[in-house]
């Protein structure tokens, strides 16, 4: 009999998200999205009929309470055939699980009526005035990289208060904020990953209030155990498995262009430079997809059982996440090297998913180099500096 881990790293369990009949509509509306700076209607349309906006919502509001894995399945699934529609996904997807951690009045105001209902963020803090006052904190300031913010009726927002050494998160509702077409970008155009502005300070009350620290500690205020997971995990990953998706789309297209050459086909498995890439690919998208799936069974796991996750396993997680993006841009530099003169033009799909993948690369949660001085440094007995674990 399975586990309950192991049913949920099976490939048929999707934990209710429906994604399969909606990659056709995703697909068709990728150009569209990319032209217009911003994933279409009918693209948004199908990722909530598959259930992606409410698949990280609490059971108690309507939501299908899916765990991770679950989620970054459809997750890669949706980046194979857009990914700024799987980088949309995972950002706009995995904010149900950080409200949940608030308190349910948080969840009651952004959920109680529409378990579907869409958050963006940006957490950057540097741009935000926060005040504490009774009962809340007052905040103003501009933040840039919201993506998906124009099909959103809230955002979460960054901030230092009280100049504490960790950021505080703070939910808005979207009557007091603006958003600033700012996105004009080499790569993942149709992510709207615009600016938000808030010139007079807003009330914002302490229930739609989340700590980092309140995350590092795995405080659950849900019944689930499923919300006991750090919260630093289960967000970079949402961030990173796109990139996976997209690099299984850049490997099906190299091969399927190689397949179909006017050239000999089979003379291509005898270049040794050309299957020694194709071979690197298949290979390094297999690592980096099964690992995030056992460091995620390994935590979920462990907190089903009400047990504690390692600090140093957490740094070693974190970093294996961090890092996706990097191994997966060195595979799509290589295949774009050696995918003939046509894939310099425009438009061509594996030069677009060559800027999308570079443009995801400038996301803080895909830098991996302090994660792996962090977990080094635990090796030699040091404590942790990072609490985003």
């Known amino acids: 009999m399975l586990t309950n881990t192991e049913a949920d790293h099976s490939a048929n369990d999707t934990g209710g998200i429906n994604i399969q009949p909606h990659l056709e509509t995703i697909s068709e509306f990728a150009d569209a999205g990319r032209k217009n700076r911003c994933v279409t209607q009918e693209t948004i349309g199908a990722l909530q009929d598959a259930g992606i906006f409410r698949a990280m919502v609490p059971k108690s509001y309507g939501g299908l309470e899916a765990t991770p894995a679950q989620f970054f399945r459809a997750q890669i699934a949706i980046a194979e055939a857009d990914m700024s529609a799987g980088w949309i996904t995972g950002v706009l997807g995995v904010h149900p699980y950080q409200i949940s951690l608030m308190s349910d009045k948080a969840v009651q105001d952004v959920y109680g009526d529409n378990p579907d209902e869409r958050v963006s963020s940006s957490y950057n803090p540097f741009g935000a005035k926060a005040e504490r006052v009774d009962d809340g904190i007052m905040l103003s300031g501009r933040w840039g990289w919201s993506s998906g913010s124009p099909h959103c009726n809230w955002v979460l927002l960054g901030a230092i208060v009280d100049q504490q050494p960790y950021i505080h998160t703070l939910l808005v509702p979207r009557s ?36 980092a620290l309140d995350g590092f500690n795995c405080v659950n205020p849900q019944d689930s155990r499923l ?66 799936y056992r460091n995620h069974a390994v935590m979920l796991d462990l907190v089903m059982r009400g047990e504690e996750i390692p600090l140093i396993d957490r740094a070693k997680y974190r970093y294996q996440t961090g890092v996706i993006l990097t191994n997966l841009l060195e595979v799509v530099d290589q295949l774009f090297e050696v995918a003939g003169g046509r894939s310099v033009f425009l438009g061509a799909d594996i030069q677009n998913i ?28 040091a404590e942790t500096q990072d609490t985003f674990i």
């Open 227 to 292: 919300y006991s997971l750090p919260w630093a995990q289960v967000f970079a990953s949402c961030i990173a498995a796109a990139s996976i998706g997209a690099a299984k789309k850049a490997l099906k297209l190299f091969v399927g262009k190689a397949s179909s050459s006017s050239t000999d086909p089979t003379k291509l498995s005898a270049d040794p430079d050309i299957v020694r890439r194709i071979g690197e690919a298949a290979n390094a998208i297999d690592n980096v997809e099964m690992t995030l």
């Open 176 to 211: 007091e904020y603006e958003i600033e077409d700012t996105w004009h970008v080499l790569g993942l155009e149709g992510t709207a990953s615009n600016d938000i502005i808030i010139e007079k300070p807003v009330f914002v009350p302490n229930h739609r209030i989340h700590s």
């Open 354 to 381: 060559w800027q999308d993948m570079h443009t995801a690369r400038a996301h803080i949660a895909n830098h991996p180099v302090p994660l792996l001085r962090n977990w080094g440094r635990m090796i030699l007995g």
